[in-house]
């Protein structure tokens, strides 16, 4: 069980469908008020709007949060492996250049030995 006070992103983001879902109850309740053949009552409508956009303010908090963590999400951030291969590369090239080498100066060593 997650401590109370550390959520996980998938926590958060069912959190937000709520809100969501709420909103869109909201703003079914204004329609039906606004359609009200007394007429809309302002102090329904006015708690009505107000739970509506501070809904909306909490959602696209969240959602922006969200979204910057995820693009700072890095899987492999720790991983070794892309360095190990680099220097096993390095390595092969260096073996590689000094074989390069050793021919280059048997080489010289059958001229000099030839003169």
């Known amino acids: 069980m997650v401590p109370q006070g550390q959520t996980t992103s998938l926590q958060r983001l ?49 959602l922006r949060e969200e979204i910057k963590s995820a693009c700072e999400y890095r899987p492999f951030e720790k991983c070794d492996y892309s360095a190990r291969i680099s220097n096993e590369i390095c390595c092969k090239k ?12 048997q080489s010289i060593d059958q001229c000099k030995d030839g003169i």
């Open 14 to 62: 069912l959190l937000v469908e709520k809100r969501i879902v709420r909103v869109v109850e909201l703003a079914g309740s204004v329609m039906d008020e606004l359609a009200n053949s007394t007429g809309p009552r302002t102090d329904i409508l006015t708690t009505h709007c107000r739970e509506f956009m501070q809904s909306i303010r909490e959602i696209q908090t969240t």
């Open 94 to 105: 260096l073996e590689y250049i000094i074989e390069q080498l050793d021919g280059m100066q």
